[in-house]
């Protein structure tokens, strides 16, 4: 098979996956160029893909990479937004505030947010894409203990931010 059929046929079968990792990851319902240069990447270094991993694992792994050369970007025009936001007396809400609609969704996201890079990693691939341990060790290039270790501290911490009582509906609409 062609690498542009290939690629044509992973976009058809895991556009949804990336794109719904994507939102979470990024904390934003704009990622559509985002998707589009994950499947742009995977075409340029299909060559590089051993087999080894299942390709939506492998396409997840780019996305992840893509996603958080865009946060250092967007972290450094934040920072003169910042500066620019202490000037103006008027405040508006940021993009980012109204991604989420629902309230327990937003304080999950929120939660997930505040969380350090490997336990939102984690929070996102396991808890709310609910990929396998096996997938999210491939996805991040860890070992299958360091995963299972790191998603239950990633819980903890998520349990402690939002509260033991708000947790499992918080958790439960998170896929709604």
């Not at 934003?28 to 589009?36: A, F, G, P």
Request: glycine content about 2%; overall charge positive.
């Amino acid at each position: 098979m062609k690498n542009h059929e290939l690629i044509q046929r992973w976009f058809i079968e895991y556009h949804n996956d990336i794109y719904n990792f994507l939102i979470y990851y990024m904390g934003t319902k704009d990622v559509e160029d985002i998707v589009q240069e994950v499947f742009i990447k995977g075409f340029n270094h299909v060559n590089h893909f051993e087999g080894r991993s299942d390709p939506k694992t492998w396409l997840i792994s780019i996305a992840r990479n893509i996603a958080i050369d865009h946060i250092r970007k967007k972290k450094r025009h934040q920072m003169l937004f910042s500066v620019l936001m202490s000037i103006s007396s008027e405040k508006e809400k940021v993009p980012q505030e109204l991604v989420l609609e629902s309230e327990q969704k937003k304080e999950l996201y929120q939660a997930i947010n505040q969380l350090k890079a490997s336990y939102r990693d984690i929070a996102i691939l396991r808890g709310v894409m609910d990929y396998t341990p096996e997938e999210t060790s491939q996805i991040l290039n860890w070992k299958i203990a360091k995963v299972n270790l790191t998603y239950h501290r990633a819980i903890q911490s998520l349990k402690k931010k939002l509260g033991a009582e708000k947790w499992s509906d918080n958790v439960e609409s998170i896929n709604e």
